[in-house]
């Protein structure tokens, strides 16, 4: 029944993606990475939800619980919702300036604004470097959750399927069929989430379920944890809305007020995350021996649900992981295409990122089956990269006269200090590496900027 319910779902979802295309005829470039700009609030709520919410949401935070304790998940809640308000303000900026620049891309953003080939190209191949974390994220928890819910299969093949079918929901008409997929997508998460959040409350007592938990690990922030979850939130905040696929999804609105309906509406997601930290102090209370933490909710779903419901979450969870493969796909696709070689004609452009987008899938296995991680981790790690871009983008949108060079100066020196930190495992009292990394990116950006000021006034 598992089997069958999950096999459904997936059917289904390949017919939304094939009816997200009726009528249009060939795509055009512009609508098949940001469908013409003709969103309306209701889909750009869900495609936007549908990147946020990912498998990260169903793995990553519990696994993170069941791992490190439950003081360990509170700065994933913290910078979602920090994100918030910044986006309500900045993603209406966002697409003004998209539509000034005619823009796909982040890169775009930088060309348009800057006018520079070479701070364009360090932020196309840095944009595409550091998702090949977020793309192994999607991968990991997909392989967490079909082997969590009892499918022994070898990990090869479970990637292999996920990313043809990945490949195939963008192949049919590009980020349409992945904002129809998101309304199944997010209805059938939720209803996973709360359905297993619930089965832990009947069936062993959220008390009970509260106490044992307490029992095994602390409830209790050192001053440590409490340094990085503070500046883990502002760090992540930060770079929430300048991943490359978050803009993207932005320049899919047909104005900017419909990008502010869709933020005022997007907090009420986070009222299912009690549910998955039942789920996860379920993991931790009935001392469940597991093959990875991200197992963790997976765990409690197999013990304590019907065999039906089962098959929803995994679907459900299979989605969420697929629908952001797409959206990361949709993103890297025209960078490589528009970015780093821009000398193709558009009519070459779709078929060219489509190319690029079976070398990322492929790049990304490669790296799932090398190298498991825990899915917290690989957040991380690709915030340290994107958030560097966060002076550059405020700058776009402020329409303020920095030169370039100082921007790519301090793009380049925030990332790679982000990840030599990072290797080293350096340790500054707990604060976030990448919060350290922007504030030295932010200081190299005004050095250089008014460096030629300050030489005219010693001149002077």
Excluded at 158 to 186: E, H, N, P, Q
Excluded at 363 to 392: C, D, E, H, K, R
Excluded at 404 to 427: E, F, K, S
Aim: one cysteine or more; proline letters at 4%.
């Amino acid at each position: 029944m598992t089997t069958a319910v999950f096999l459904g779902f997936i059917v289904y979802s390949l017919y939304l993606a094939i009816r997200s295309g009726r009528g249009r005829g060939a795509q055009s470039m512009h609508d098949f990475f940001v469908a013409s700009r003709q969103f309306g609030a209701f889909l750009v709520f869900f495609l936007a939800a549908g990147e946020i919410y990912s498998i990260g949401t169903m793995v990553g935070f519990p696994g993170g619980i069941y791992a490190k304790g439950p003081t360990y998940g509170v700065w994933f809640l913290g910078y979602i919702l920090l994100a918030y308000p910044l986006g309500y303000f900045l993603g209406p900026k966002i697409w003004h300036a998209g539509a000034r620049y005619n823009a796909i891309t982040l890169p775009d953003l930088f060309k348009g604004h800057y006018g520079n080939r070479a701070l364009e190209l360090i932020v196309a191949a840095s944009s595409i470097l550091f998702l090949l974390p977020w793309g192994q994220l999607q991968f990991t928890g997909l392989v967490a959750a079909l082997k969590g819910l009892g499918w022994d299969f070898d990990p090869m093949y479970l990637v292999m399927i996920s990313a043809a079918l990945a490949f195939t929901y963008i192949a049919i008409s590009g980020v349409r069929a992945s904002a129809y997929i998101a309304i199944l997508k997010d209805i059938l998460m939720v209803v996973a989430i709360v359905a297993t959040g619930v089965a832990v409350g009947w069936k062993a007592g959220v008390g009970d379920v509260f106490h044992a938990a307490s029992v095994q690990v602390s409830n209790q922030m050192s001053e440590t944890q409490l340094r990085f979850s503070m500046s883990t939130m502002l760090f992540q905040a930060l770079g929430f809305y300048v991943m490359p696929f978050a803009v993207q999804n932005f320049f899919t609105a047909k104005s900017a007020n419909t990008i502010r309906r869709t933020q005022v509406a997007m907090p009420l997601y986070m009222l299912m995350y009690p549910f998955l930290v039942l789920a996860s102090y379920y993991a931790i209370s009935q001392n469940l021996q597991l093959a990875s933490p991200n197992e963790a909710f997976f765990a409690a779903a197999v013990r304590l649900l019907p065999g039906w419901l089962l098959g929803l979450v995994a679907a459900g969870a299979a989605l969420s992981g697929l629908l952001v493969l797409a959206g990361i796909c949709l993103a890297i696709g025209p960078i490589v295409t528009r970015n780093l070689l821009p000398g193709l004609p558009e009519p070459r452009q779709k078929q060219g990122a489509k190319v690029v987008i079976v070398i990322y899938l492929v790049l990304s296995i490669a790296m799932t089956l090398a190298t498991p991680n825990l899915m917290l981790t690989l957040i991380n790690t690709t915030y340290y990269g994107v958030t560097q871009f966060f002076p550059g983008v405020m700058a776009i949108l402020f329409s303020l006269k920095v030169r370039p060079l100082a921007i790519a100066l301090g793009i380049v020196t925030g990332q790679l200090l982000a990840i030599a930190l990072y290797v080293q495992q350096a340790d500054f009292g707990g604060f976030n590496l990448g919060l350290i990394s922007l504030g030295v990116n932010l200081l190299v950006t005004a050095l250089v900027h008014y460096a030629p000021r300050l030489d005219r006034v010693q001149a002077a």
